[in-house]
């Protein structure tokens, strides 16, 4: 598209010097046409990159989604296995780790009287490690 936009350019400068002779009216508007044509495809360019992107990015977020048993999971299942609930912890963290061939949340928490640290399977919950170490 960008090698266009010159050659429209140039061909308004030759219109404006051909005043004289009656082909400026033709000139311009093929140097016009040029350029509408530009900005459409310009435009739909856009539009298509936006589609194809909102699409991949749907895709990855259904397939996280549907592949991983999410953080409120994750959370819930290190808070069973310790035997406590949620309005006995005070902080809690949660994150999402993932290499090539696996994924995990890392669930850490605080009670008054311990620190858990948990690893969790993403896909499966299982509990992969755990440690409590008691509040200094």
């Known amino acids: 598209g ?3 936009i010159p050659y429209a350019i ?5 219109a404006d010097q051909m005043v004289t002779d009656g082909r400026q009216d033709t000139i311009l508007a093929a140097s016009q046409m040029l350029q509408s044509w ?15 992107g909102a699409a991949i990015g749907g ?7 549907n592949t991983y048993i999410g953080a409120e999971a994750a959370l819930n299942i290190a808070l069973d296995d310790a035997g406590t609930t949620v309005t006995m912890i005070y902080s809690d ?14 669930v850490e928490f605080d009670t008054h009287q311990n620190e858990y640290d948990y690893i969790i399977d993403a896909v499966t919950g299982e509990i992969l490690n755990s440690s409590i170490k008691p509040q200094d």
């Open 93 to 106: 963290d949660v994150e999402f780790e993932k290499t090539r061939h696996s994924a995990w949340y890392e």
């Open 59 to 65: 895709y990855f977020i259904y397939r996280h989604n």
């Open 38 to 52: 530009v900005s459409v495809a310009l435009v739909a360019g856009v539009i298509v990159a936006a589609i194809i």
């Open 10 to 14: 140039a061909a308004k400068a030759m």
């Open 2 to 4: 960008s090698t266009i």
